[in-house]
């Protein structure tokens, strides 16, 4: 082999190491800084901590989520009919205050005879002190009247309210004062964010 030939493949072959090795560096650099954006984005306590309340919440509702059969099972009862934007929410009375795994309300989603589990929901008489999970935001539900079928009248006290809802004769089944809501889509994305009361992506829904 020539000397000249020889020298031109030294030439190539340490090329080719420093274009593999700049790249090595270069990869190593982009990982490191990947690895510290995670660090950064997972190391939020608050972030870290709503994570993992949300995680709990979908173990527990996940039986729910299209069978409402066993959500009327386990306690929970029309209490309003289609509300737009929002859908049907269903509560179950035996659950009191602020359990994660435990909501008093479920929001489903009605298309021809499917149910889907849109959001879980909290009321409160007042806005609370503390928020129940970090970056919550609220809504409010005016005092009104409920009956069986899901009707509900708004109505500023109990005395107010028919013995049976005007129309349908359903009978009677709670009042409440004006309430402070914390909706939580947990099973359907909300591009107006996991805490607004409404969602526009399930318009389509809740049609009959």
């Known amino acids: 082999m020539s000397r000249s030939r020889l020298t031109s493949q030294r030439l190539i072959y340490v090329a080719l190491v420093v274009v593999a090795s700049v790249a090595v560096s ?15 984005v997972g190391g939020s306590g608050a972030q870290s901590t709503l994570v993992d309340q949300l995680a709990l919440a979908r173990l527990a509702t996940e039986k729910y989520v299209t069978d409402l059969g066993r959500a009327k099972a386990d306690g929970y009862q029309i209490i309003t009919k289609m509300i737009p934007t929002m859908g049907y929410h269903f509560m179950n009375p035996k659950v009191k205050g602020f359990d994660i795994q ?37 809504g409010s539900f005016g005092a009104g009247c409920h009956y069986s079928d ?34 939580v889509w947990l099973w359907y994305p909300n591009p107006s964010g996991l805490y607004t009361s409404t969602n526009p992506l399930v318009t389509p829904y809740n049609q009959g």
């Open 26 to 40: 270069a990869a190593s650099a982009s990982m490191d800084t990947h690895s510290k954006a995670t660090s950064v």
């Open 102 to 138: 435990k909501p008093p309300i479920l929001v489903y989603e009605h298309h021809g005879t499917n149910w889907q589990l849109g959001a879980i929901e909290w009321v409160f008489t007042s806005l609370p002190k503390t928020p129940p999970l970090p970056g919550a935001k609220y």
């Open 150 to 183: 899901g009707t509900f009248i708004p109505a500023v006290a109990q005395s107010a309210c028919p013995a049976k809802a005007p129309g349908t004769k359903a009978r009677f089944t709670f009042w409440h004062p004006r309430l402070v809501t914390m909706h």
